[in-house]
């Protein structure tokens, strides 16, 4: 079963702590994406990664962070630092490096974060 | 400001009736533009990707077209059905910025 593995589906943190979310792909992308949706908005982009061992800031990165050890692997971490982390986030693939070639984008299921 | 601008916001329809949906983006230069749907609560899924030179696209029921003089785009649901329910989002890329510009989308409501 190919695709994109976003885990968990829903998880609940108490303000102040830390939490980690999970991508993990096997269609051998190279590229990798965490966005935020919150009701009423656009999807924001707040990391990306064309590579393994790097990646780059999206137009919300603040209170974010992410790694890329693995091709297949690019969990995003939600630090105390994000103001308002109650949001469904979405990772992303594309087979190409640059997006805005016709490359075409996948997302995973998402997960929402409730935090209180 | 947004560069990609969907309407209607919602809208209601019964099911087999047609709809149509509008985008209208400011992105340049162009390379792209993209309509998803997305079920509640699950990720987006493509419909259609088209480049400057293709002014309509098909994928089954769904129909885009995009005129890129006006930079304008729209997606026709022929004959709709219950499972339309969802919002359609409009994604716009442009040439050589690895971003792409997400219209807020169009909430789509099919009732028997």
């Known amino acids: 079963d190919g695709g994109i593995t976003q885990s968990p589906k829903y998880l609940f943190r108490k303000e102040g702590q830390n939490v980690t979310l999970s991508c993990e792909q096997n269609?051998?992308?190279?590229?990798m994406y965490w966005y935020r949706q919150d009701p009423g908005q656009g999807l924001r982009l707040i990391y990306y990664s064309q590579i393994v061992n790097d990646f780059q800031k999206g137009d919300i990165a603040e209170g974010y962070s992410v790694s890329r050890e693995k091709k297949e692997s690019f969990p995003l971490t939600v630090t105390s630092a994000q103001k308002n982390p109650t949001a469904f986030y979405l990772c992303?693939?594309?087979?190409?490096?640059?997006?805005?070639?016709?490359?075409?984008?996948?997302f995973g299921p998402g997960t929402r974060l409730t935090v209180t | 400001k947004n560069q990609v601008e969907q309407s209607p916001q919602s809208l209601i329809i019964l099911e087999g009736k047609n709809c149509t949906l509008q985008c209208n983006y400011t992105v340049s230069p162009f390379s792209n533009l993209r309509w998803y749907k997305q079920d509640t609560g699950r990720g987006p899924v493509s419909l259609t990707i088209m480049t400057f030179s293709e002014n309509t696209k098909s994928n089954g029921r769904y129909t885009a077209t995009l005129d890129a003089d006006t930079k304008q785009s729209s997606l026709h649901i022929t004959a709709s059905q219950l499972s339309d329910s969802a919002s359609y989002i409009c994604v716009v890329s442009a040439r050589g910025n690895n971003r792409l510009a997400f219209g807020k989308g169009n909430q789509v409501v099919v009732i028997p």
């Open positions: 269609l051998n992308h190279d590229a």
């Open positions: 992303a693939t594309t087979p190409g490096q640059k997006i805005s070639s016709s490359y075409e984008q996948y």
